[in-house]
């Protein structure tokens, strides 16, 4: 069944459709006249609007109503097309790189998550107007800024997000409510409290991070509101929550880092922990870590067989967050090199290997495209080097791409990419095509050999997609 039949509602005919199929009539119908009784058929067969729930739902997670199974087909077939894409990007650069199917190479069945609902460990909510009006409900948004029609819908029917982030944002909601200081809807507005992050591990912790815009409070005024969100989450009605760690971040703009606006600790632990393929790894507020726990392990351990490493391999883990790769993978290398540009991520790398033991693993904090070009520049070790590439959306710089280039002991690099159909397409093509002296790509290009898909995101349309490339 295609998506789009699914998840459109059904339309009446505009003509009346035979008789064995018309809408039923009760008899009293029949004495109406020819319009009123068009008029009332045509009522009756118009589906019913669907509630905000329904549409949050289909904006967030627009699967939710195909069996798991189906999700799979419709995610693989979404990859299938990226690849036959990306082959004829390479034909357009002269490359022949058509495999069967026209795809660049082949193509896996989608891996699944091992968990399909609640899989979330992290969770962003929003303050803003719901439904009803209140300008103070926590949820996720419908609508775009855009057509100015956006509405912030509670979220807790949503299938990907576990129950206690429900939980945590609905005593959010409950203490700004009581709170006499406004939302911050429109920073020019005024107002004052905004998201709220909810990250949860396996090992049961859980950490609330609120992000609030001062506008012109006060320091003594800011202590107050800070001082009353401890006590309500401690040991108010919010300490139902049992939260390990409740972090207040001071913001001016839609997103801001620890560096620019450090996480203030109001109450628990400075850290969360969580524990992946026997290892154990501490998590910072701003720290990268895969938002599917058990589908990352399914997932590291597919790049483990993936990169094929001996004994005396170099792995480079190229924006490594926490550290949960290359660590994964320390005890079948020689030697791990990790880069990311979150320096409190490079703590909590350098805290999980120290506690795990794992001494063969070095980090650098800084932009990739800022510290890669001088590692690589001077390499001369002669221990086979393989690359592990985990970046944002956002994709990977040019001078980063160039640098993996121009570097000859990186023969195998695996590019990992929750949306491969966007930036990361544009890396591909800098990975694979022909040297070009203007760009200083000097060296020899990489071809596409493997893909395969990692379902890290149920009833969403998106998947982890991890494309093998050698030279």
């Known amino acids: 069944m295609a998506l789009c039949c699914v998840l459109r509602p059904p339309r009446c005919r505009l003509r009346p459709p035979p008789l064995a199929l018309r809408c039923h009539r009760s008899p009293v119908t029949t004495t109406a006249t020819p319009w009123a009784r068009k008029e ?11 509630s905000w729930e329904e549409r949050l739902a289909n904006a967030v997670t627009p699967l939710w109503r195909l069996p798991y199974q189906e999700q799979l087909q419709v995610k693989y077939e979404s990859q299938r097309k990226i690849l036959q894409t990306l082959a004829s990007r390479l034909e357009e650069l002269g490359i022949d790189a ?19 609902n609640g899989y979330r460990n992290k969770s962003t909510f929003s ?19 855009r057509e100015r029609n956006i509405v912030c819908v509670k979220a807790n029917h949503m299938e990907n997000i576990p129950s206690k982030h429900k939980q945590v944002a609905q005593c959010y909601e409950e203490f700004i409510c009581q709170s006499p200081l406004d939302s911050c809807i429109l920073f020019h507005e005024g107002g004052h409290w905004r998201e709220l992050v909810v990250r949860t591990t396996r090992c049961g912790h859980t950490m609330a991070i609120i992000t609030f815009h001062p506008q012109q409070l006060g320091q003594e005024a800011l202590a107050t509101q800070k001082a009353l969100l401890k006590e309500f ?25 620890h560096e620019q606006s450090p996480y203030q600790l109001l109450h ?30 399914v997932l590291y351990q597919a790049v483990g067989e993936l990169c094929q490493a001996a004994g005396d391999t170099v792995l480079l883990d190229i924006c490594c967050g926490t550290g949960t790769i290359g660590l994964s993978l320390a005890h ?21 290997a120290a506690f795990n033991g794992i001494s063969n693993c070095e980090f650098h904090s800084g932009k990739a495209e800022a510290v890669l070009p001088q590692l ?16 944002s959306r956002a994709g990977l710089h040019y001078r980063v791409v160039r640098a993996i280039r121009n ?37 020899e290009p990489f071809a596409p050999v493997l893909a395969i898909p990692f379902d890290m995101f149920p009833h969403t349309v998106h998947c982890e997609l991890v494309l093998l490339f050698t030279r």
């Open 40 to 50: 009332k058929a045509r009522v009756s067969c118009s589906p019913p609007e669907p």
């Open 98 to 116: 058509q495999k069967p199917g026209g795809l660049c190479c082949p193509l896996q069945p989608v891996v699944p998550s091992p968990i399909i």
């Open 127 to 145: 303050v803003n107007r719901g439904p009803d009006g209140n300008p103070k409900t926590v949820g996720l948004y419908v609508g775009t800024g």
């Open 233 to 257: 989450f401690t040991s108010g009605p919010g300490a139902v929550c049992a939260l390990t760690s409740l972090y207040f971040q001071e913001s001016t703009m839609t997103r801001c880092s």
């Open 268 to 297: 628990g632990a400075p850290h969360i922990f969580e524990e992946l393929l026997g290892l154990r790894f501490r998590i910072s507020p701003d720290a990268f870590f895969q938002v599917n726990t058990a589908g990352a392990e």
């Open 332 to 352: 079948q290398v020689s030697k791990v090199i990790g880069v990311e540009v979150v320096e409190k991520a490079i703590e909590d790398a350098e805290w999980n």
């Open 376 to 391: 690589l520049a001077s390499w001369e070790d002669a221990r086979p080097l393989v690359a592990v590439v985990n970046p």
């Open 407 to 443: 570097c000859r002991a990186i023969r195998r690099l695996l590019y990992i990419s929750c949306k491969p159909e966007g930036e990361a397409m544009r890396n591909f093509l800098e990975l694979c095509c022909p040297p070009d002296p203007r760009k200083k790509l000097a060296g």
